[in-house]
């Protein structure tokens, strides 16, 4: 029966770099790094991860345990969106709750701006919001702007992240942006 991941033992393996927000191994291990390589990988989800004693962690909850002591008892959320930003200033423990109210804008969305869309038989701009486990519609409106004021009035009083519904970024995304 493997024991489970302590801080001490994951300080034992790897060192952790708070300003890049990525793991960098400290002691050689087999065929997965050499001494002073970068742990880990990118998953298809975006998110990183790091294999230790065959078992794979996800890379920001390492680093939740490597600063703090302790596995987050409940979700970890990027704040900037960017799933492989692991730097400890950009994670924050939040419920699911929570979490949703901090989400990237879907790449279905068409008007620009998440909960509003075009009502095709009103004629009509809708505004929405999904708050305590409801769906709310805010109200039909003759202007964009409107439904647009109408779902960040909402989404304020129902205390949603200022970056709820930005666009999802990656590191790769901003490294590629400043390569010019």
Request: hydrophobic share 30%; net charge positive; with cysteine.
């Amino acid at each position: 029966m493997k024991s489970i991941l302590t801080q001490d033992y994951l300080k034992s393996l790897l060192h952790y770099d708070p300003e890049l927000g990525r793991f960098f191994r400290i002691v050689a291990r087999g065929r997965m790094g050499a001494f002073g390589s970068m742990a880990g990988g990118l998953k298809k989800t975006g998110y990183r991860s790091i294999l230790i004693d065959g078992k794979s962690y996800q890379e920001h909850r390492l680093v939740w345990l490597y600063v703090y002591g302790v596995m987050p008892e409940d979700q970890l959320d990027h704040i900037n969106h960017c799933k492989d930003d692991n730097r400890v200033e950009n994670l924050r423990e939040a419920s699911n709750q929570e979490n949703n109210r901090n989400r990237s804008k879907s790449k279905n969305n068409i008007s620009g701006i998440t909960g509003v869309h075009w009502h095709e038989s009103g004629s009509k701009w809708r505004a929405c919001i999904k708050a305590d486990g409801k769906s709310k519609h805010l109200g039909s409106f003759e202007h964009y702007f409107e439904a647009i004021c109408a779902r960040k009035s909402a989404e304020l009083h129902y205390g949603f992240h200022e970056n709820h519904g930005i666009r999802e970024v990656s590191i790769r995304d901003n490294a590629t942006s400043t390569r010019h």
